[in-house]
C-alpha cells in the first residue's frame, strides 16, 4: 500500500542555518504531496503542497519539488529562525492522507 | 471565514465508556476526514464523510464509527473505550474530497481514557 517515509528526528539547528528534511513515498496511483506542520498543542497546518511532478510547492520560505523519478518531496528552507521550531509531515493525498511518522525541528537562538 | 471547530478540546473517560467528537467543517465543504495521532503509531486515518456517506475506512475496529449530517457537521463515536484509544483526534475538511483537493485540520479533541 501507500506509504510514506520521512527523516527521524529530532533536527537541531542554529537560527539561520540551512534546512533539509528528507521526504520518500510510495503510491499506486499519481497523488498530491503535501508538507503540515504541527505547532505545540496544534492542529495541522498546511505549509505547501504540490499536485502533479515537478511541481514546486512553496510558503514562508519553506520549498519542496514533487519528484517522480526519485518518489521525492524534500522539504528545504535556507535561513531558519526560532519561530520554525514544530514538527513537520510529509504526507500524500490520494483517496486518504497517508502521513510520515513526522520530524521534530528544533531551532536554536 | 472560520476554520474547522472541533469541540470539546479536551476529555477524560474511563475504560468501558463511550464518546463521542464532533467536527463542524469550512462553510462549504462537504468532505470531512478523521485521524487518530498518537506517540507510537503517528497520525492514521479513521473515516471519511462526503455528503452523508462514508466513502472510505481506514483499518480500525467496528468500535469506531461515525457520520455525517446534512449540513457537513459530523461526528466520531468511541465504544467501549481502551486505554490504548488515548489520542489526539483531528478532523480535516476539504470541498470535494481528499483527491487533489486541499485538506484543513480542526485544533483536535484529546482523549485520555482512565
Known amino acids: 500500500g501507500d506509504s510514506v517515509t520521512q527523516m527521524e528526528g529530532p533536527v537541531t539547528l542554529s537560527e539561520e542555518a540551512f534546512l533539509t528534511i528528507n521526504c520518500t513515498y510510495t503510491a499506486t496511483g499519481y497523488p498530491s504531496l503535501f508538507w503540515y506542520v504541527q505547532y505545540p498543542g496544534e492542529g495541522l497546518q498546511l505549509l505547501l503542497k504540490a499536485t502533479k511532478a515537478d511541481d514546486k510547492g512553496s510558503n514562508k520560505g519553506f520549498e519542496a519539488t514533487y519528484r517522480k523519478e526519485t518518489t521525492s518531496f524534500h522539504l528545504e528552507k535556507g535561513s531558519v529562525q526560532v519561530s520554525d521550531s514544530a514538527v513537520y509531515f510529509c504526507?500524500?493525498?490520494?483517496?486518504?492522507?497517508?502521513f510520515g511518522k513526522g520530524t521534530r525541528l528544533h531551532i536554536l537562538p | 471565514k472560520a476554520g474547522v471547530t472541533q469541540t470539546p478540546r479536551y476529555l477524560i473517560k474511563t475504560r468501558g465508556q463511550q464518546v463521542t467528537l464532533s467536527c463542524s467543517p469550512i462553510s462549504g465543504h462537504r468532505s470531512v476526514s478523521w485521524y487518530q495521532q498518537t506517540p507510537g503509531q503517528g497520525l492514521q486515518f479513521l473515516f471519511e464523510y462526503f455528503s452523508e456517506t462514508q466513502r472510505n475506512k481506514g483499518n480500525f475496529p467496528g468500535r469506531f464509527s461515525g457520520r455525517q449530517f446534512s449540513n457537513s457537521r459530523s461526528e466520531m463515536n468511541v465504544s467501549t473505550l481502551e486505554l490504548g484509544d488515548s489520542a489526539l483526534y483531528l478532523c480535516a475538511s476539504s470541498l470535494e474530497g481528499l483527491r487533489g483537493t486541499e485538506a484543513f485540520f480542526g485544533q483536535g479533541t484529546r482523549l485520555t481514557v482512565v
Open positions: 504526507a500524500l493525498m490520494e483517496d486518504k492522507i497517508i
